[in-house]
C-alpha cells in the first residue's frame, strides 16, 4: 500500500506561495493517479487538486489558475505549487492516492494564509 508524508507547509501572507511535497513509498507510483486534499477548521476535507498517471490535472474550482499539482515519478514525489495565497486558504493540506484510500492518508501539512 502506499505511504506519504507531506510537508512545506508553513505561515505565509495573503499573496505569498508555498510549495507543498508529498513523498510516497510502497507501491508502484508511477502507475498511481494522486490528489490533494485540504481540511479547514469545523470543514469537510475537499479535493483539491488530483493528476493522473498520464499527468492529467484537475483541480477545485477555487484554486483554479493559483495551483499547480506536478509529479515527479523518478522521487515517487507529488508537489502542490500554491501561488496568490488567500485567507481562505487556511487548511491543513493532504495528498493520498486518486481515489483516495483510507490507508493513505497522511499526518498531512498546515498551511496558515495570515498578515
Known amino acids: 500500500q502506499v505511504q506519504v508524508v507531506e510537508s512545506g507547509g508553513g505561515l505565509v501572507q495573503p499573496g505569498g506561495s508555498l510549495r507543498l511535497s508529498c513523498a510516497t513509498s510502497g507501491g508502484i507510483f508511477s502507475r498511481e493517479s494522486m490528489s490533494w486534499y485540504r481540511q479547514a477548521p469545523g470543514k469537510q476535507r475537499e479535493l483539491v487538486a488530483s493528476?493522473?498517471?498520464?499527468?492529467?490535472?484537475n483541480y477545485a474550482t477555487s484554486v483554479k489558475g493559483r495551483f499547480t499539482i506536478s509529479r515527479d515519478n523518478a522521487k515517487n514525489t507529488v508537489y502542490l505549487q500554491m501561488n496568490s495565497l488567500k485567507p481562505e486558504d487556511t487548511a491543513v493540506y493532504y495528498c493520498?492516492?486518486?481515489?483516495?484510500?483510507?490507508?493513505?492518508w497522511g499526518q498531512g501539512t498546515q498551511v496558515t494564509v495570515s498578515s
Open positions: 493520498n492516492k486518486w481515489p483516495p484510500v483510507d490507508s493513505s
Open positions: 493528476i493522473s498517471i498520464y499527468g492529467t490535472t
